[in-house]
C-alpha cells in the first residue's frame, strides 16, 4: 500500500480538527442541576441559568425581574437638576422600579390568575394592562367556577350543552348568566352616577368601580382597588363586558366610556417613572399597549417577555425584544430577555424565584 494511500487527506484533516480560539476567562460553562444531592426549589431555578436553551432564558428573566425588584433612586447618583424633595438618601432610598404587568385574557382563566392576585395583593406592581377577558374572567370566577377539561372536547357538543371551552378549561355558559345578573344593576348606578356628575368612566375607573362591587378577596380587581393600582383595558368591550355594555345600551342608554383619560393616564405614569420595567405574559393589545407607553419615555429600563410567539409573520406578540428597542420602547442597553414558553408553566416558577421572597412590595413613585 502507496504511503498516499494511508496519508489522511489535508484538506479533510483541516475541516474537521479545526482548531478553536481561545475561551474567554469569563465564558460559562454548560452544566445542570446536581440531583444526587437534595436540592430545594431556589437551587434548582438557579441551576437553569446553566442548561441552555429556554432554561437560561428564564434564568435571565429571573434575574432581571430581580434588578426590577432591588432597584432604588438612591442607586443613582443626584442629577444637578434634583427636585429638592428627592436630593436626601432617606428619600431617594423610598423610590423604586414601577413595574408594568401585562397579560392576556386566558391567563386569568387559568390557575395564573392565583399568582397575579398574590403580586397585586402584595403591592409587587405599579399597573396592570389587559383585555376584556382578563377583566371579566375574573369577576366570573367570584360567580362560578372553571373547570380543567381537555383540549380535544367537541365543539358542537359543548356548545349544545351550554359548555365554553378555553383551551383544556370549561366554563359553564351559567356563570356569563350570572355575570349579566351582578353586572347589569351596577351599570344603572355607574349611569345614574355619570347623569348626576356629568362625569364619565374610563376603563381603568370602571374597573376599579367592579372591584369595589366584587368586595371579594378572591378577586385580583378587588386588590387592585384596595391598593390604588390602575388597571388599563383598551379593549374593554372586546368580550363578555362589550356583550353586557351592548345589551345596557339598549335597556337604559348613554353610559359613557373614555378611552382618552386613560392613554393620558398609563402613558404620564410611564413618562414620570425614575425606572420602568415591563412584565409581559402573551401578546396582542397588552404587550403593546404597555410597550408603547415606554416610548414616551424612551423606553424601559427593563423588559421580560414571556410567549409563544414567533416573528416570522411579522406580528407584535411575536417580536423579539430588540424590535421594541428599534421603535424607542425599550433602551439600548437596557436588560431585556423574551422566554419562549407557555406563561402558565413558567410564571409561577418566576415568581417563586422573585416576588415570593419578599412579602410586600410596597411602591412609591414620582
Not at 484538506?11 to 452544566?31: D, F, N
Not at 444637578?80 to 404587568?101: G, K, M, P, W, Y
Not at 378549561?169 to 356563570?175: F, G, K, R, T
Request: hydrophobic content about 40%.
Amino acid at each position: 500500500m502507496s504511503s498516499a494511500a494511508t496519508k489522511i487527506p489535508e484538506g479533510a484533516s483541516a475541516a474537521v480538527l479545526k482548531p478553536s480560539e481561545p475561551i474567554p476567562e469569563e465564558a460559562v460553562s454548560v452544566e445542570g442541576p446536581n440531583f444526587e444531592n437534595p436540592i430545594g426549589l431556589q437551587q434548582l431555578l438557579e441551576s437553569y441559568k446553566r442548561i441552555g436553551f429556554q432554561a437560561s432564558s428564564l434564568g435571565k428573566a429571573i434575574d432581571i425581574v430581580n434588578k426590577m425588584r432591588s432597584w432604588r433612586l438612591s442607586d443613582e447618583p443626584v442629577a444637578e437638576d434634583e427636585v429638592e424633595e428627592f436630593t436626601s438618601l432617606d428619600a431617594r432610598s423610598q423610590i423604586r422600579c414601577n413595574i408594568f404587568l401585562g397579560y392576556t385574557s386566558n391567563l386569568i382563566s387559568s390557575g395564573l390568575r392565583e399568582v397575579i392576585l398574590y403580586l397585586v395583593k402584595h403591592k409587587h406592581v405599579r399597573a396592570i394592562v389587559t383585555t376584556a377577558g382578563g377583566i371579566e374572567e375574573d369577576f366570573i370566577k367570584c360567580l362560578g367556577k372553571t373547570y380543567l377539561a381537555d383540549f380535544n372536547l367537541d365543539g358542537a357538543d359543548l356548545r349544545r350543552r351550554g359548555m365554553n371551552r378555553i383551551g383544556n378549561l370549561i366554563v359553564p355558559n351559567d356563570n356569563y348568566c350570572k355575570f349579566e345578573d351582578w353586572l347589569t344593576p351596577i351599570l344603572d348606578t355607574m349611569l345614574a352616577e355619570q347623569k348626576e356628575t356629568g362625569e364619565v368612566w374610563s376603563p381603568s375607573s370602571f374597573i376599579r368601580r367592579l372591584g369595589k362591587e366584587i368586595n371579594d378577596e378572591e378577586s385580583v380587581y378587588y386588590w387592585a382597588y384596595k391598593n390604588d393600582i390602575p388597571v388599563f383595558c383598551p379593549a374593554l368591550t372586546d368580550g363578555s363586558l362589550g356583550d353586557m355594555i351592548y345589551f345596557h345600551s339598549f335597556k337604559n342608554p348613554g353610559l359613557i366610556v373614555d378611552i382618552v383619560r386613560d392613554i393620558r393616564a398609563l402613558n404620564e405614569l410611564s413618562r414620570q417613572s425614575r425606572k420602568a420595567g415591563m412584565i409581559i405574559l402573551g401578546g396582542g393589545v397588552c404587550k403593546h399597549q404597555i410597550a408603547n407607553a415606554m416610548l414616551i419615555r424612551n423606553g424601559a429600563d427593563f423588559s421580560v417577555y414571556i410567549n409563544t410567539g414567533q416573528e416570522f409573520d411579522g406580528s407584535d406578540s411575536g417580536a423579539r425584544p430588540d424590535e421594541a428597542v428599534s421603535w424607542g420602547k425599550i433602551r439600548a442597553g437596557s436588560e431585556s430577555v423574551k422566554v419562549f414558553a407557555d406563561a402558565t408553566l413558567v410564571f409561577p416558577l418566576l415568581v417563586a424565584a422573585t416576588f415570593a421572597q419578599e412579602k410586600s412590595g410596597d411602591w412609591r413613585s414620582t
